[in-house]
């Protein structure tokens, strides 16, 4: 099966920590490296999770907070020092234009040969596939501040207990597939009798935000919500006045949101054990998960049989 995949580089905010790196998520879907919010750090940290920069083929920037695009420079350098060959789209605010030209001739070194810039003004669909539709949502921050979210298309998978009752057999299955429809045994087939809905995986990122309408768009039905949580409940006014969540929050925002599963991040400094935020967070939303840099968290599998409306 494909790998689709969150590997973890960083899960510090404002300032980074002996044992936590400045932000920094490489989303592996497919064929594709999607690197979200390159803080400080970025590009040794892909060595440590024994990830190539050449694996990158997007970079998603929420906003330009040192400890989420410190790391920019740092890895369009190694794209450019690697060779790549392939396009590398970056998408970013178009509010803060100037910084991102900043980072991007931050120093004297080789330009990316196929750099493709997307500046992104309103919320709404960004890219438009394939593999994955990318959506923006403008979120509650300070300072201009882009949400992401990925969504795979719909589609259908065959049951082969349908496929068994009707004689689809052996090859017939893939001229099925291809045709749309086939005659066995003097009966006509056809593609939809033997396969139900299967719903495309949904990924969101959500940075650096007070609770907004935006941010529950973003996690709407998705599979995996990577939110940051800066703070605990008791500090729910720091929280609102620097224009964060908190680990609670976040909770919520997944429980109404829908969502399958929530990963923890983004912690503050004050809070050195990634388990006071799933202690608040697990009692309102049972699939959530504390990470710490370099940590592996896979999308949840589709159900193998989405359940059906009742009734």
């Not at 400890?67 to 450019?80: F, N, Q, T, W």
């Not at 990318?134 to 496929?163: K, N, S, Y």
């Amino acid at each position: 099966m494909a790998s689709r995949e969150l590997v973890v580089l960083g899960t510090a905010s404002q300032a980074p920590t002996r044992y936590r790196n400045h932000n920094g998520y490489l989303l592996r879907w497919d064929d594709e490296g999607i690197l979200f919010d390159p803080g400080e750090g970025t590009q040794r940290q892909l060595l440590l999770a024994r990830v190539s920069a050449s694996t990158i083929t997007r970079i998603c920037i929420t906003h330009f907070h040192g400890d989420h695009c410190l790391g920019l420079p740092g890895v369009l350098g190694r794209l450019a020092l690697d060779r790549v060959s392939h396009p590398v789209d970056v998408y970013y605010p178009a509010a803060s234009r100037v910084y991102l030209e900043r980072l991007q001739h931050a120093s004297v070194t080789d330009l990316v040969p196929d750099l493709r810039i997307h500046a992104v003004d309103t919320s709404g669909l960004v890219a438009d596939g394939p593999p994955f539709r990318l959506i923006g949502g403008l979120l509650d921050h300070p300072t201009p501040t882009m949400g992401w979210r990925l969504e795979e298309p719909d589609g259908h998978h065959l049951v082969p207990e349908r496929l068994e009752a009707l004689g689809v057999r052996g090859r017939a299955v893939g001229r099925l597939r291809e045709e749309g429809a086939l005659t066995v045994a003097g009966r006509r087939v056809t593609l939809e009798e033997v396969t139900e809905p299967r719903p495309g995986q949904k990924v969101a990122f959500i940075m650096d935000t007070r609770w907004c309408d935006a941010a529950l768009e973003l996690a709407a039905g998705a599979d995996l919500v990577v939110c940051e949580s800066t703070f605990l409940d008791t500090e729910a006014d720091l929280a609102d006045a620097y224009g964060h969540l908190t680990a609670a929050q976040a909770a919520r925002l997944a429980r109404d949101a829908g969502a399958r599963r929530l990963v923890l991040t983004h912690y503050s400094q004050r809070h050195p054990d990634e388990a006071a935020y799933l202690a608040e967070a697990a009692p309102i939303f049972r699939d959530s998960l504390v990470v710490r840099d370099l940590d592996v968290v896979p999308v949840p599998h589709r159900p193998e049989h989405p359940a059906r409306p009742s009734g």
